[in-house]
């Protein structure tokens, strides 16, 4: 059972380009969520779905796309990069039944990203 | 505002002296609360429910409704417990969506 697996660990992006983060989930999760984590400012929601075909935007949506056609993947597409989107990305996924918003997340190892 | 404040930034104590990880929280309806935590570099891990009552790795929390409150606390600090740490909130049960707080870095020192 691998939980929630994202790639890249790390990437290095120059200003302008695309790319796209990769999440994906095998406990079955409806809700699925992309944070970024930045110093001093702790975790904030960008985009997040829950279930697939069903998708809305978080706190800090802006250069950010995503996409559900399955329910085990959750990609986040950078359109082009800046600066400003250094930060550490994490994915997360939750409990669809029951407990709904009780069991609390799991999470995704992390994507370091640079953009110069 | 639905919000969770987290006021310390950083926190150091030394092996063996109490910890209290603050967390305050304002939220118009009946919230669940959590705690994760982030060693160096890893993952962020669910440490503790408040509907659960329970004690992680010596780690315990109560809801105090009354100060909107839910403080960490350990009685006996290890230098494993170094970490940030983060309190979260969400709706409860039907709401998806979990609010975090910008999170405590304890530093524990020998």
């Known amino acids: 059972n691998a939980g929630v697996t994202q790639t890249p660990k790390f990437q290095v992006l120059k200003t302008g380009q695309s790319m796209t983060l990769q999440c994906a989930q095998d406990m079955n999760h409806e809700y699925m969520s992309w944070y970024r984590q930045d110093p001093g400012m702790g975790l904030r929601l960008i985009h997040y779905?829950?279930?697939?075909?069903?998708?809305d935007q978080g706190e800090v949506p802006n250069g950010y796309n995503v996409s559900r056609s399955t329910t085990e993947d959750f990609p986040l597409r950078l359109l082009s990069a800046a600066p400003s989107q250094t930060s550490v990305y994490f994915c997360?996924?939750?409990?669809?039944?029951?407990?709904?918003?009780?069991?609390?997340?799991?999470f995704g190892s992390g994507t370091r990203l640079t953009v110069v | 505002a639905q919000r969770v404040t987290q006021p310390e930034k950083l926190l150091s104590v030394f092996k063996g002296a109490p910890v209290e990880l603050k967390c305050n929280y304002s939220y118009s309806g009946s919230p669940e609360l959590f705690w994760y935590v982030q060693y160096s570099r890893q993952r962020l891990q669910l440490l503790l429910r408040?509907?659960s009552r329970e004690s992680i790795k010596g780690f315990t929390a109560d809801l105090n409704k009354g100060e909107t409150s839910f403080h960490l606390k350990k009685p006996f600090a290890q230098e494993e417990d170094s970490a940030m740490y983060y309190c979260?909130?969400?709706?409860?049960?039907?709401?998806?969506?979990?609010?975090f707080g910008t999170g405590t870095r304890l530093k524990v020192l020998a």
């Open positions: 779905s829950v279930g697939a075909g069903i998708t």
């Open positions: 979260a909130l969400s709706g409860g049960s039907g709401t998806y969506k979990y609010i």
């Open positions: 408040h509907i």
């Open positions: 997360a996924s939750s409990s669809p039944r029951g407990d709904r918003g009780r069991d609390g997340y799991t």
